[in-house]
């Protein structure tokens, strides 16, 4: 039973827009939410995170909201980039457990 | 400072062969963990540690063990190599448990 769900395997954006990557959880224990990101022959590199006690948090370009009644954050990035193109991962962890759970992942192809 | 280490990059096993994943950190982190990542799929936990001398499994621990001797090695052991433990390897490790983690480069591993 996936409890990180990325329902989008991929999307496509032109540079200068914005671009709205989603992830919804099951496991009401979460309280903490990561975004990673990661490149073709790397590891994830962290990106951004937000805590349950929090709705939005931001950092330059990347801003993420968390909607807990909805149980589902998203990642939004404006301006897009070329440079962002790379597969953004979203995790959770919560409870006494300090596991991340992660989702599939999605790829984001940002065209100049 | 480099980071989270892994050796070797990439290698090729036969059925039945082990091996052994490095992993070290110089970040005096007590948290290290093993995932693997198979196409198409997110980050699985194998195996973590929350101080030298402690290891517990994750999710998919078959096939694999561990040990923590020091605060900064963290080896992943594939006793019988099997074709279904072909996959991408990342350690990662951490100052507090489950929140940011920092990923090494991985390792490639093809089970033939």
């Known amino acids: 039973d996936q409890q990180v769900k990325q329902n989008s395997p991929s999307l496509s954006v032109q540079e200068g827009r914005i671009s709205i990557l989603n992830c919804d959880y099951t496991?009401?224990?979460?309280?903490?939410f990561l975004w990673y990101k990661k490149y073709p022959a790397e590891g994830p590199t962290f990106l951004i995170s937000?805590?349950?006690?929090?709705d939005k948090n931001e950092d330059g370009r990347f801003t993420v909201f968390l909607n807990k009644s909805a149980k589902h954050l998203s990642l939004h990035i404006v301006p897009s980039q070329p440079g962002d193109s790379a597969v953004y991962f979203c995790?959770?962890?919560?409870?006494?457990?300090?596991?991340?759970?992660f989702g599939k992942g999605t790829l984001l192809t940002v065209n100049p | 400072n480099a980071g989270v280490t892994q050796t070797p990059k990439f290698r090729i096993l036969k059925i039945g062969q082990s091996m052994t994943l490095q992993c070290t950190q110089d970040?005096?982190?007590?948290?290290m963990y093993w995932y693997r990542q198979d196409p198409g799929m997110g980050l699985k936990l194998i195996y973590y540690?929350?101080?030298?001398?402690?290891?517990d499994k994750g999710e998919v621990p078959n096939g694999y063990n561990v040990s923590r001797s020091t605060t900064e090695d963290f080896p992943l052991r594939l006793e019988l190599a099997a074709p279904s433990q072909t996959s991408v390897y990342f350690c990662?490790?951490?100052?507090?448990?489950?929140?940011?983690?920092?990923f090494g480069p991985g390792t490639r591993l093809l089970v033939l």
């Open positions: 990662a490790s951490s100052d507090n448990g489950g929140e940011t983690q920092y």
């Open positions: 496991n009401s224990m979460f309280d903490y």
């Open positions: 937000i805590s349950s006690i929090k």
């Open positions: 995790a959770a962890v919560g409870g006494s457990n300090y596991k991340l759970t």
């Open positions: 970040m005096n982190h007590n948290y």
């Open positions: 540690s929350v101080g030298a001398g402690i290891t």
